[in-house]
């Protein structure tokens, strides 16, 4: 069983829209493939188990804060979970302290 996620939109940090621009450097996930995507404003790793239409299946590795500081549990989402991320929720990670999209 996994835990059922609300994956925040990724953006201008998508990774589908980047390799959409240049198919030639992606590579679907595989088995031990970290990926990442955001969840409330963090940046959530998951070390893929399983690759099937579209949707990496596997635990979370990292929740990483905005200030970059690892923790072990953030709303419903825990450390060590079992996950689902559709690529169309896939992220590059932000880096700690940048600022956002929305900011001047």
Do not use: C
């Not at 609300?6 to 595989?30: F, I, L, Q, R």
């Not at 079992?82 to 929305?102: H, T």
Request: hydrophobic share 30%; proline share 7%.
């Amino acid at each position: 069983m996994h835990t059922h996620i609300d994956w925040d939109d990724p953006g201008a940090d998508s990774v589908t829209a980047h390799y959409t621009k240049d198919p030639n450097d992606y590579g679907e996930p595989h088995p031990g493939t970290v990926v990442s995507g955001r969840y409330q404003g963090m940046n959530v790793r998951i070390k893929v188990e399983a690759y099937k239409d579209g949707v990496s299946i596997g635990e979370v590795a990292a929740l990483i804060d905005a200030k970059g500081e690892r923790i072990k549990q953030h709303g419903k989402l825990n450390l060590g979970d079992i996950v689902r991320l559709p690529d169309d929720k896939r992220a590059f990670e932000s880096v700690p302290g940048s600022p956002k999209e929305d900011e001047d």
